[in-house]
């Protein structure tokens, strides 16, 4: 009986100090900021969460993972878990630790709010390993762009641009460059500042510069999104001589013509003036 008594007595000792440890080691995950808020497709975001917790020796090894899976993905040879030794202090002395992850946002992800997981565990002998679930926010703040050649002057090699914003968010400083290739010299400056250009509005940019012959002029855009980013896109153009050879031949037409009667007025200018001559000249004979 005895015996019997001593065994109840040791398992239940074993139970109150198991139970002891567990509570001492109750772990808490925030998140704590993501950057850029809001995430883009396509673009690396930067998630910070914060465990408490860990100032408890006996958690022992917690391994905290953001676990890879849509909307997120990490680079090759970055690891998704982190290892806390139980214990562990922040440099301020304060009851938790942050932990960053810098992640790719899926290029399909769809506006809003999208879940993902993390997981996380004690590393006790038997370890509890729990999930919580996050949200991250999603915007795509990209825009597009809707380039053509206004027009261009064969008489002073001017080219015109004209750029439309067609994406559903205004952007800001944009700026176009045209790059060095073989079917366009450009005279003076390659990149022309345009400024903001609102959703659905356009502006034009004027270059110096010959165009040698029929194809594509390729281009770069740069802007400023809304969340303050700097992007570039690559763009393209084609030139058609043809559409413009004709505004030079009318041009030509027209100053031929005011040539020619500018001539005819000096000539009859130069007639009068000599009838007017011979006139006085037989008036004082």
Known sequence: MKRELNL???????????????????????????DPYPAVPGDYVKLVFQVEGVENSECQNVVFELIPQYPIS?????????????????????????????????????????????????GLISPTKKLKDFNLYVEDVRVDFELNIKDYDYSTNTLTLEILNIGENDVGAVTIEIPEQENIEVKGSNKNIVGALD?????????????????????????????????????????????????????????????????????????????FACLKKTSLL
């Open 74 to 122: 990490f680079d090759p040879g970055v690891e998704s878990k982190v290892t806390i030794k139980g214990g562990t202090f922040t440099k301020d002395f304060t009851s938790f630790l942050m932990v960053p992850f810098k992640v790719r946002v899926d290029s399909d992800a769809l506006n809003g709010d999208t879940p993902f997981e993390v997981s996380y565990s004690d």
């Open 8 to 34: 109840l007595l040791g398992i239940f000792v074993l139970v109150f100090l198991s139970s002891f440890v567990l509570a001492g080691c109750n772990l808490g995950v925030s998140l704590l900021n993501q």
């Open 199 to 275: 959703s659905n509005d356009y502006t034009t940019a004027d270059f110096e510069a010959i165009l040698k012959e029929e194809g594509q002029v390729n281009l770069i855009v740069y802007y400023t999104d809304e969340i303050g980013t700097r992007r570039a896109k690559d763009e393209s153009v084609y030139f058609n001589p043809a559409s413009f050879q004709d505004r030079k031949a009318d041009q030509n037409g027209v100053s031929t013509s005011t040539y020619i009667i500018t001539i005819l007025i000096l000539v009859g200018i130069g007639y009068f003036i000599y009838k």
